[in-house]
C-alpha cells in the first residue's frame, strides 16, 4: 500500500537535521502508520467464526506452525508504534523498519533478542539497508522537510520532501542522520550495489500524477544514487535510466487489472553476477548492472492474465532463476481464498535461460500458500529470501496474515511448501491490516517483521535446509543478493 507523494532531483548537503532517540517523542509519527481496518458483512464474519469454531483456521491471533518450525520468541512493538516493514542484518544486529522509524537488535542470542536502540524518524514505508557504517531509509511519503521532526504535507506542495537518508551506525546505540537525497517521487524501495569506496542506490518509485509538482508521468525509470562512504554528504543522483522507453505495460483498460507500468516497486541485485531482476508493477525485468551507474534491461516479461502488480524479485543460489511475486490488492486485500485461487497473488517462478545479452526469463510456474486464510486476513505474496542450501532452491516468505511459508523450488514446474508459521486473523469480523511484511533467513535463523505483532524469530529443523547452518554472512541486505558460494 502506497501513499500519495512528490519529489525532486535534489541533493541536501551540509544537513543537520535532528535525529531523536525515541524516549522524548520529538516527531509526529506518520498518519499512515496503522494498518486501516474494515468490516467485513456480516455473512462473512459468520464464515470466519464458523471456520475457527470447526479448527479449519487458527482462531484469532492463535499461533500454528508445522512440525520443524519452532517460533523462540516475539518482542512486541515498543515506542515506534506504526506499521513494521523491511529488515536488514549486520553481525549480531537486526535492523527494522518501521513508518515511524527504525528499530536496531541485538540477536547475538537469537533466543532473547535485546532492543539496542529505537529511531523516531516518521516518513512511509521506511525500507531500510545496511552496508558498512551507514544505514539507508527510503521516504515515500510527503514531508514538510528532511528532517526527523518533518509532518506530513499535501503532494501538491512544491517545498515537499522524500527521498533516501543516510545514518551512521558506527555507534549502534546512537545512529546519527547524515545525509539527504530528494528523488523523483519518493522512495519506495532501494536496491544497494555496494562497491569498496561507493555505494550505488537503486531507488524504486512509481505512480506520478500531473498535480504534483515534480513527480510528474512519464516516470519510466529508477533513480540511481551514489554514496561516497567516506563522505556521504555528499551523495547524489547521478542518473535517471529508462527501462520503459515504450512506456511499459499500460494496464487497465488494455490489460484488465493489471497494473499500468510507471515505474519499478523493487529491485533485487545480484552483484557478483552483474545482473539484477526487476519488479516493476506491471513488467518483470532483467538487468545487466555490469556498470552499477548504468543499469540497462535485457529481458522483459509480462503476465497479463495471472498477475496484477509485479512487487519484488528473488534469485536462487546460482542465478539461474527469479522468483517473482504479485502483490495483488496491493498488501491490504484478503487474496489467500479459493475465490482467488491459487494462480492469483502468488510467486511467478522463471528460469534464465541463454548468455549474455541472449539471457531470457521463461516462465516455469506459480507457487502460492496450500492454507486458505479467512476474509478478514490481508493475505497475498510478499518478502522473502533464500535458505543457503547447496545444490537445492529454498526460500522463506511473508504473505502478511498468511504467515511464513517455506518452500522449495528446485525443480521449478514443481514448487512444494515444506514449512510454515502463522497467525490466526487479528480479527474474526474486521479486515484488519496485519502479518509478516518480511521473512528472512540470516546465520540460521528466521526473522519476520509482523505489521502488528512486532520482531518474531523463527527456527526450522528439517534435513532439507540442514546445509544453511554452515552458512555464516557478515551483513545481509535480502535485496542484494549474496554470493552464498
Not at 254 to 261: A, I, L, M, Q
Request: charged share 20%.
Amino acid at each position: 500500500m502506497r501513499p500519495r507523494h512528490l519529489g525532486t532531483v535534489v541533493v541536501a548537503f551540509g544537513l543537520l537535521a535532528s535525529l531523536f532517540a525515541v524516549s522524548p517523542a520529538a516527531a509526529t509519527p506518520d498518519p499512515g502508520a496503522t494498518p486501516k481496518s474494515e468490516r467485513v458483512s456480516n455473512g462473512q464474519a459468520d464464515e470466519v467464526k464458523a471456520a475457527i469454531k470447526d479448527g479449519e483456521i487458527p482462531g484469532v491471533d492463535e499461533i500454528v506452525h508445522s512440525d520443524n518450525v519452532s517460533h523462540l520468541t516475539n518482542i512486541p512493538k515498543q515506542a515506534l508504534k506504526g506499521t513494521n516493514s523491511d529488515l536488514a542484518f549486520q553481525g549480531k544486529y537486526a535492523f527494522a523498519g518501521n513508518y515511524d522509524g527504525f528499530v536496531i537488535y541485538d540477536i547475538s542470542n537469537p533466543k532473547q533478542p535485546k532492543t539496542v536502540s529505537q529511531v523516531l524518524c516518521p516518513g512511509s514505508q521506511n525500507d531500510i539497508s545496511v552496508s558498512g557504517n551507514l544505514l539507508f531509509l527510503s521516504t515515500d511519503s510527503s514531508r514538510s522537510d528532511n528532517s526527523c521532526n518533518s509532518t506530513t504535507q499535501p503532494a501538491t506542495e512544491k517545498s515537499s520532501w522524500e527521498g533516501m537518508k543516510v545514518f551512521d551506525i558506527s555507534d549502534k546505540t546512537e545512529p546519527k542522520y547524515v545525509a539527504a537525497i530528494e528523488t523523483s517521487c519518493g522512495s519506495h524501495t532501494h536496491t544497494l550495489v555496494p562497491e569498496r569506496d561507493n555505494v550505488y542506490i537503486y531507488v524504486s518509485s512509481y505512480s506520478p500524477d500531473a498535480t504534483f509538482p515534480d513527480c510528474q508521468p512519464p516516470h519510466d525509470g529508477i533513480s540511481v544514487i551514489k554514496v561516497p562512504r567516506r563522505a556521504p554528504e555528499k551523495s547524489a543522483v547521478v542518473d535517471f535510466p529508462v527501462l520503459f522507453p515504450d512506456g511499459g505495460n499500460p494496464g487497465a483498460p488494455t490489460n484488465p487489472g493489471v497494473s499500468k507500468t510507471t515505474g519499478c516497486h523493487d529491485i533485487t541485485s545480484f552483484p557478483k553476477l552483474k545482473l539484477a531482476a526487476g519488479a516493476c508493477m506491471g513488467d518483470g525485468v532483467l538487468l545487466d548492472i555490469a556498470d552499477p551507474a548504468k543499469p540497462r534491461v535485457i529481458d522483459r516479461v509480462e503476465d497479463n492474465v495471472n498477475f496484477a502488480f509485479w512487487h519484488s524479485a528473488t534469485f536462487n543460489e546460482r542465478g539461474n532463476k527469479v522468483v517473482f511475486t504479485d502483490e495483488l490488492g496491493g498488501g491490504g486485500a484478503a487474496t489467500c481464498n479459493a475465490e482467488v485461487g491459487p494462480n492469483h497473488g502468488a510467486d511467478g517462478i522463471y528460469d534464465i535461460v541463454g548468455k549474455g545479452d541472449h539471457r531470457k526469463l521463461v516462465f516455469r510456474n506459480y507457487y502460492k500458500i496450500p492454507r486458505y486464510q479467512a476474509n478478514t486476513e490481508n493475505c497475498v505474496a510478499h518478502n522473502g529470501s533464500l535458505i543457503p542450501v547447496k545444490g537445492r532452491d529454498i526460500m522463506v516468505q511473508a504473505w502478511y496474515q498468511g504467515g511464513v511459508s517455506i518452500w522449495e523450488f528446485t525443480d521449478s514446474k514443481n514448487p512444494k511448501e515444506i514449512g510454515y508459521f502463522e497467525r490466526g486473523p487479528i480479527s474474526a469480523d474486521t479486515l484488519v491490516g496485519g502479518g509478516s511484511w518480511s521473512a528472512y533467513y540470516y546465520n540460521g535463523y528466521i526473522y519476520s517483521n509482523d505489521i502488528a505483532k512486532g520482531f518474531d524469530v523463527l527456527k526450522i529443523d528439517d534435513r532439507r535446509t540442514d546445509g544453511a547452518r554452515s552458512v555464516r554472512l557478515s551483513e545481509l541486505n535480502v535485496q542484494t543478493q549474496p554470493d552464498y558460494r
